[in-house]
Nanobody, 120 residues
């Protein structure tokens, strides 16, 4: 059993900052990548940022230069530092992990989601 627990969402004014954290726990054999996705009302879930176990990162164009993803392989955690937030960043943010367990092999896991609201 694998769990992803997120923290750090909230309400912030435009131009402000928030930091999201996610910790993966359970019968993890290997984490291949962790990332953050978001879903705004009426829209599809989209990738925000991704980091591989080797440290490679990928960002959505809309957040490049404002958001920074970081990970700790030893602790199975991933963080998302969000600066210069805009109202259009308002969404539920989901942590995702691409990982292997000894029992079930490779699969994708999701956190429960954390609300980020940016007021104008």
């Amino acid at each position: 059993q694998v769990q992803l627990v997120e923290s750090g969402g909230g309400l912030v004014q435009a131009g402000g900052s928030l930091r999201l954290s996610c910790a993966a726990s359970g019968s993890i054999f290997r984490i291949n990548a962790m990332g953050w996705y978001r879903q705004a009302p009426g829209k599809q879930r989209e990738l925000v940022a991704l980091i591989t176990s080797a440290g490679s990162t990928n960002y959505a164009d809309s957040v490049k230069g404002r958001f920074t993803i970081s990970g700790d392989n030893a602790k199975n955690t991933v963080n998302l530092q969000m600066n210069s937030l805009k109202p259009e960043d308002t969404a539920v943010y989901y942590c995702n992990a691409d990982l292997n367990t000894r029992r079930t092999g490779r699969d994708n896991y999701w956190g429960q989601g954390t609300q980020v609201t940016v007021s104008s």
